[in-house]
């Protein structure tokens, strides 16, 4: 692997997760952003679609794999393929759509058509212009060489080395497929993708649904307050201390919250309505999960790098990365598949009110990350460092009937695992050498980065 970014003294002085300390310059320097797209999003795995969005052959929509912007295609095989939204010709957007449906592709420049892969399949005046000598077979769209399916989330990567998505997801799926594998019949993407934009660094999202339950209790306060038949409890300090909940992280990805009856959360969310279908729906849900898994649903979850969920209001989400100080914010509602439009509907408006551009807690998020990213114009504030040491040193591995590393829902493990993961791509690791010092921290042994590295 090529090397990884030149900063004076090295990216492993910035970013030191074994003792919890993050420099913020890495949230606003072009240059390591730059290389954030190729190191980072250049080579994980990205979220492209869900089966819901692509229904039948020639189904498409349109996403980005960081800046990238890519076509993902429902095949006449029924398979999906991805590949990169560029004209070869002169590099213009082959589809201008969202989404839709079609049979083929035709850049609106000078109309060369593409078909459902990518091939060049058309090119207007080939006889006269190109005397009938171009190879039509050289100039396809650039193809997403690797997709994987999970339970119908559709993932991609540019890399040829990262590993298969189960291993890369790791213990990881069990958090995972407590929400996309809770049903039967899997789960539907309604009401379209929300799409916002926020002057933020994406690793605050990114990171803050991986780790953070720290900030509940105080950002959403207010809207809780609101929510709750009972204010008082919140304005006291709800939810109380000794409420159990854990945080995972693995892999670069984290999974965190209270541990809740979903009957209950059921009720207080959304009503006695979803509740009383819920409950008549529950067997379904611990055929899949087990009894006990589903009040464990951990609030907050991200994918590394950029795929983060709620488990509890049904929101998922890509933090498209737009330069250092930007993101685009594209969400969508998820409802189980084989629900009633009724309680389809129900967990739509649920869903908008509660984390939508207007929500009442999705809100609170953006205005930290907003008012974080303005405090780092400062040239002091965007060299002091951050303290990421919450429950350093406690984590415990396959306890609480949980796998992998796990701490105390109050912790930054995760938060510490998802620089961990960028530092080694950041700094050049191949797949092989991360696989590598994964296996020695699971063994306990220290992971140092290699010498050559360090001296980066
Ligand atoms: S840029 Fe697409 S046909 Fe020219
Ligand atoms: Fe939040």
């Known amino acids: 692997m090529s090397s990884g970014v030149a900063v004076p003294g090295g990216l492993q002085q910035l970013v030191e997760p074994d003792r919890g300390y993050v420099n913020p310059v890495i949230y606003t320097d072009p240059a390591i952003y730059q290389k954030e797209l190729e190191l980072v999003f250049g080579r994980s795995w990205l979220f492209l679609a869900h089966r819901s969005q692509l229904p039948r052959a020639g189904s498409f929509v349109q996403t980005y794999m960081g800046e990238d912007p890519v076509l993902v295609v429902r095949q006449r095989d029924g398979s999906v393929k991805a590949f990169l939204n560029q004209c070869r010709h002169r590099g213009m957007r082959i589809c201008r759509s969202d989404q839709g449906v079609s049979k083929t592709f035709t850049c609106s420049y000078h109309g060369w058509g593409y ?8 090119v207007p005046k080939e006889s006269r212009a190109y005397r009938d000598e171009i190879d039509k077979t050289r100039w396809g769209a650039l193809k997403v060489p690797r997709i994987a399916e999970h339970k119908g989330f559709y993932f991609g990567t540019w890399s040829d080395d990262v590993p298969e998505f189960e291993d890369y997801l790791g213990d990881m799926a069990y958090y995972f497929d407590a929400v996309a594998g809770a049903w039967d019949d899997g789960l539907e993407f309604v009401g379209g993708t929300a799409k916002w934009v926020i002057d933020t660094n994406w690793k605050f999202a990114s990171e803050q649904f991986a780790s953070d339950m720290y900030h509940v209790p105080i950002s959403h306060a207010s809207a809780m307050i609101a929510l709750s038949e009972d204010p008082r409890a919140w304005a006291a300090g709800d939810p109380p201390d000794e409420a159990p909940g854990r945080q995972f992280a693995g892999n670069g990805h984290g999974s965190g919250g209270f541990w809740r009856s979903h009957l209950e959360h059921a009720e207080f969310s959304f009503g006695p309505e979803y509740r009383d279908w819920l409950a008549a729906n529950q067997d379904e849900i611990h055929r899949n999960l087990g009894a006990d898994r589903p009040d464990k649903v951990l609030a907050h979850n991200t994918i590394f790098p950029n795929f983060s969920w709620l488990g509890l209001t049904p929101t998922m989400r890509v933090w498209h990365p737009r330069g250092p100080g930007q993101i685009e914010v594209w969400a969508w509602t998820y409802v189980p598949a084989g629900a009633p439009d009724r309680i389809k509907d129900l967990i739509r408006r649920v869903a908008q009110r509660q984390f939508s551009p207007a929500g009442v807690f999705e809100t609170d998020d953006g205005e930290n990350w907003t008012e974080i990213q303005l405090v780092l114009r400062g040239y002091k504030a965007r060299t002091t460092t951050f303290n990421v040491q919450m429950g350093l040193g406690y984590e415990e591995r396959d306890s609480h009937g949980l796998p992998g590393l796990s701490n ?20 050049g690791l191949t797949w092989a050498e991360i696989g590598e010092r994964e296996a020695a921290r699971r063994a306990g042994e220290p992971a140092a980065l290699p010498r050559e590295v360090q001296k980066a």
């Open 115 to 122: 078909d459902l892969e990518g091939n060049l399949v058309h």
């Open 408 to 427: 105390d829902v109050y912790s930054e493990t995760a938060a510490r695992g998802f620089y961990q993961r960028w530092l080694e791509l950041m700094s």
